[in-house]
């Protein structure tokens, strides 16, 4: 059961090109919905969350469709810097005890080229 | 503040030995847990604990068994290291399991099993 899948790219995009990507999600309980982002051989971060009106941050946006249950982050401007995987991340299965738990879905890489 | 701290940074194993994954957290949160990454697997839960003095499993805990020392320390401990073990571990924190708490990562255990 794949509950967060992710094109894994991977996406290699020129400095200054938009780019975008897409999550689906299995799980129609789910409540909180984030994108991390993932460098080379280092911890996960958090980007942003995903709110229901959609949010953004400076050059990245990100939106959320229930309905549908998927999840879209977009890149504008794209620096050097953005080359990382990202994660797209949501909370389920209920565990119990009034606790969720996270689902990480594989990631999808990002180089952008010079 | 160091954040998510863990040791050691890098492990070799022979089948059949023990060892322990330390975790410590600056940030007083109350909920601790432990991943692990597998290539194309994607961030999976091993154990969390929400608060100080309850442990639960996660997805993958099957090998596994933790110790939540008091409300900085968190530690994950392989009786009998496995190949199937081969993998990079993280120690996460958040304030609590709230839905939108959000996770903080510590730099992560390469460990591999011979």
């Known amino acids: 059961r794949k509950e967060v899948e992710q094109d894994p790219g991977p996406f290699n995009v020129p400095e200054g090109a938009t780019v975008a990507f897409n999550c689906t999600y299995s799980?129609?309980?789910?409540?909180?919905f984030f994108w991390y982002r993932q460098d080379c051989r280092k911890e996960p971060k958090l980007l942003m969350s995903?709110?229901?009106s959609g949010n953004e941050d400076g050059r990245f946006t990100a939106q959320l469709n229930r309905a549908s249950q998927y999840i879209s982050l977009l890149i504008r401007d794209s620096k050097l810097s953005d080359s990382a995987t990202y994660l797209c991340?949501?909370?389920?299965?209920?565990?119990?005890?009034?606790?969720?738990?996270?689902?990480f879905g594989k990631g999808t890489k990002l180089s952008v080229i010079p | 503040n160091a954040g998510v701290t863990q040791t050691p940074k890098f492990q070799v194993l022979k089948t059949g030995q023990s060892m322990t994954l330390q975790c410590a957290q600056d940030?007083?949160?109350?909920?601790m847990y432990w991943y692990r990454q597998d290539p194309g697997m994607g961030l999976r839960l091993i154990y969390y604990?929400?608060?100080?003095?309850?442990?639960d499993k996660g997805e993958v805990p099957n090998g596994y068994n933790v110790s939540r020392l008091n409300k900085r320390e968190f530690s994950l401990r392989l009786e009998s290291a496995a190949p199937s073990q081969t993998s990079v571990y993280f120690c996460?924190?958040?304030?609590?399991?709230?839905?939108?708490?959000?996770?903080?990562f510590g730099p992560g255990t390469r460990l591999t099993v011979l």
């Open positions: 996460a924190s958040s304030e609590g399991v709230m839905v939108d708490n959000e996770q903080f």
């Open positions: 799980n129609s309980a789910s409540q909180s």
């Open positions: 995903v709110y229901s």
């Open positions: 991340v949501v909370n389920g299965p209920y565990s119990g005890a009034g606790s969720y738990q996270l689902t």
């Open positions: 940030m007083n949160h109350n909920s």
């Open positions: 604990s929400a608060s100080e003095g309850t442990t």
